[in-house]
């Protein structure tokens, strides 16, 4: 049973096929990478995987049962997606990093927050620092914990280490490696070649809105 079915999916948008007839099958424990020149259509892939759009036609099927048949709001605390460019709200880093907590309706996990601040080299006084302030990297790496706080079923990353040094990137990447071990399935799209054939078991190509190759890697 695949974790993740793509069947015939296309994403139209004024009568460009911006996703275009794919068929995918994501099993669980996958580490997919996802590559491909820009404008072909990876973060609009990565959106339809999370259900913040929909298939113009085709259908996604999640655990054998379609994406249009779960409550959104339930499905996203199961399928995480990272935005290639962070986004983080109000004002302070701590109202990004409560609100997981709170749309779950639990009390505030200060081990969990510590361990992840601390394993992505975030200092501990960053939760009231102004969002405003910080550097693109440190924003990549706060989203990054805010989507990590709870484990994700699926992990959806895009370009998620564009700002970091590489220092800072071979970090994330041992984590992201780690949290697969441990059962998350991912799909991370990345520019980086190298990058993207290190972990993988699947190395998926997109061009033009259609899969140009699925390799498997291991
Ligand atoms: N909501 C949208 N409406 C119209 N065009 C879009 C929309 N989202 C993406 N596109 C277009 O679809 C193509 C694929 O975009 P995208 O998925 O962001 O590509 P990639 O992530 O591979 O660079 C691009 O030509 C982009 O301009
Ligand atoms: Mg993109």
């Known amino acids: 049973m695949s974790l ?13 096929a911006i996703i275009d007839n794919i068929s995918l099958s994501i099993e669980s424990g996958d580490y997919v990478s996802v590559i491909g020149p820009s404008g072909s259509g990876k973060s ?4 339809l995987c999370s259900h913040l759009i929909s298939p113009t036609s085709g259908s996604i099927v999640y655990k054998e049962k379609n ?5 959104p709001t339930k499905l ?17 880093v701590i109202e990004n990093i409560r609100f997981p907590f709170s749309i779950r309706n639990l009390r505030i996990d200060q081990k969990r927050i510590n361990e992840l601040f601390t394993m992505f080299y975030i200092p501990a006084d960053y ?8 550097s693109g990297g440190e924003k990549q790496r706060i989203a990054l914990i805010r989507t990590l706080l709870f484990k994700p079923e699926i992990l959806l990353l895009d370009e998620v280490t564009s700002a970091l040094d590489s220092e800072n990137t071979k970090n994330v990447e041992e984590a992201i490696v780690s949290l697969n071990r441990e059962g998350t399935t991912v799909l991370w799209v990345t520019h980086n070649l190298e990058q993207s054939r290190k972990c993988a078991n ?12 699925l390799e498997v890697l291991r």
Do not use: H
């Open 44 to 47: 609009t892939l990565l959106k």
């Open 76 to 92: 996203r605390k199961s399928i995480a997606y990272c935005f290639q460019t962070p986004y983080l709200f109000g004002d302070t």
């Open 4 to 16: 993740l079915e793509f069947r015939n999916v296309s994403f139209e948008n004024g009568g460009n």
């Open 202 to 213: 699947k190395l998926l190509t997109i061009e033009g809105g259609k899969i140009k190759s």
């Open 67 to 71: 994406f249009i048949d779960y409550d």
């Open 127 to 134: 939760l009231n620092k102004d969002v405003k302030i910080l």
